[in-house]
Structures are given as C-alpha cells and as structure tokens.
C-alpha cells in the first residue's frame, strides 16, 4: 500500500534545546536516506511572519487577539506545502507548531477554545515531541532570551497549558521527553520515537483539532 511521508512536530520550553535537537533529527533523517524538510514556525520570512518578527522584538504592538490570528495565518501560508510533500513522501518536521500558537496565547489569558479555532483543520502531526524543561534549569543554562515571551512567568503558564493539550492526546500521538538532560540522551529518545514512522504512514493526513 501506498504511503505518505510522516508529519513530526517538536514543541518545547525556551531554552529546551529544541533548535539543536531539531538540527540532529533532520541530520540523523538525512543520514538514513529519508528525505525530510524542516519548517519553523514562526516562519519570520513571509510577509505575515515578518509583523510577528517585529512584535516578537518588541519593535511593534499588537492586539492579543490580532497576534494570535497572524501566527495561524502564518501556518495557513505554508499548510498546502506541507500537505504536498507528506504526499511524496518527504517526512516533514516542524519547529514549533499549532500547538505553540495555543500554549503562548492561552497563558497570556485568551480562552483555550478561542485560541484553537483559527488552527481547525490545519494539517495534524503524526507524532509532536515536546520537550520539556524546568524553569529551574533554564535557569541554570543562562536563562531567557531578548524577545516578548522569554520571561520565567510567562515560561511556567505556558508550561502549565502544554500540559493541558498534552492531556487531550494518547501515548503514541503525543510524547513529552525531558529535555533538562544531556543533548545524546535527548536526541536518542527523539529517535526512539520518530525512527518507526520515518518509512512513511498509510492513510491520509489528519486534521487539527479533531
Ligand atoms: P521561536 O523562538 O521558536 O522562534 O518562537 C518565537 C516565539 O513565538 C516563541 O516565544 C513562541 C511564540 N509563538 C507563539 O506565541 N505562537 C505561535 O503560534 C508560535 C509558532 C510561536
């Protein structure tokens, strides 16, 4: 039977090691011969992601609501792409996803069920990762970034609303992996975890949040 490529998000805290993890994924992919395609989300270069860019660097302001419209929208631009390359095959993995947009507005207070509907029907990854870390410990790994969110408060209700999402899924779609550890053990569970959908998928692609 025919299949489709798998659609892997990883979602994860500031200071996770998301970005370096994500980077080691697609090189172990890579070196397995099985093409892959990485987006990140935001995706900053489009016309969408370069007003999220600049009220991420605090260079512009926005409504709640509206900056939570432009994150969605700024997955609605590439979701055909997506859907394309699942359809040849290619494994497609995502830096922060759907789920990020939900997480991020929800801990700034805006309704869960609000913050879910722009993303309805949006493509839905076969398998999310998401990478968990302490504030404590990032803390010890020097702490936040410049940008809006990058605050322990902000940290810890974003923390607390990955964790409500998490709870709506089962075992094998949803996989939170502690990342406080060291990178090898962390990229090994990542893999553990991918490695048997990376031959593709049978069955079509599902949809969010259903
Ligand atoms: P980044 O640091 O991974 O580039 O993400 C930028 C910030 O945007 C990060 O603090 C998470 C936040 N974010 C949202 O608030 N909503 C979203 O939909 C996404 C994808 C990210």
Redesign the pocket.
């Known amino acids: 039977m025919a299949t489709r490529g798998a659609f892997i998000a990883i979602e994860g805290l500031?200071r996770s090691g998301?970005?370096t993890q994500v980077a080691t994924l697609q090189a172990r992919l890579d070196s397995e011969g099985i093409p892959v395609k990485l987006f990140?989300?935001?995706d900053?270069g489009t016309a969408v992601g370069k007003m999220?860019d600049s009220y991420?660097r605090s260079q512009s302001e926005l409504d709640d609501h509206a900056?939570?419209l432009l994150?969605?929208a700024?997955?609605w631009e590439l979701a055909a792409a997506i859907e394309q390359l699942l359809a040849q095959g290619t494994t497609v993995v995502c830096?922060?996803?759907?789920f990020?947009?939900?997480?991020?507005?929800a801990a700034k207070g805006l309704p869960l069920e609000w913050c879910r509907a722009p993303d309805v029907a949006l493509p839905a990854p076969d398998l999310t990762l998401f990478l968990d870390i302490t504030p404590e410990k990032a803390r010890e790994r020097g702490g936040y970034?410049e940008?809006?969110?990058?605050k322990e408060e902000m940290q810890r209700q974003v923390r607390d609303v990955f964790r409500v999402i998490a709870s709506e899924f089962d075992d094998a779609t949803w996989v939170t992996i502690d990342a406080g550890r060291k990178q090898d053990a962390v990229a090994a569970d990542i893999w553990d975890c991918v490695h048997p959908l990376a031959n593709g998928i049978v069955g079509p692609v599902q949809r969010l949040w259903v």
């Open positions: 500031d998301k970005t990140k989300f935001p900053r999220i991420l900056i939570h994150f969605s700024n997955r830096d922060r996803y759907a990020s947009g939900v997480a991020f507005s970034g940008e809006r969110y990058e």
